[in-house]
């Protein structure tokens, strides 16, 4: 069997597996090998052939690195499923806090910034133990 076979069939491997994991790092591997094969079917040296394959390799690594760094970023993962839902106001207090209507019943809510507006629907932001922090609805 030819070499360059050799190196489309660890590829087609490599795909197999990527598939599975899902990180894009074993596909570069994968474009390394059809790089190899590339190298064989030229008709270079096995030597050359690994190190047409290493440099694919390097270089894809470091484009799969900066592309997750550029366009992954990291979720707002909270615990909270209240957080971004909205609130009734009933009435506002004095001190700046209000009485809302949340879920069937009634809870306490303070402003998450003194310069909130004080509207009638107000917007979960956040949680102090049993009181609800409200900003404003997005327009």
Known sequence: MA????????????????????????LIVAIACVAGGFAAVAGLEIGWQWSVAAVVEVVGTIVVNRWKRTHMSKPHLSNNLDIGQRVNVIEWRDDGSARVAYRGTHWDAVLDAPTTPRREQMLIVGMRGAQLVVGPVPA
Do not use: C, P, R
């Open 3 to 26: 070499l360059q076979y050799l190196w489309w069939i660890a590829a087609a491997i490599l795909v197999g597996v990527e598939m599975m994991t899902g990180t894009f790092y074993l």
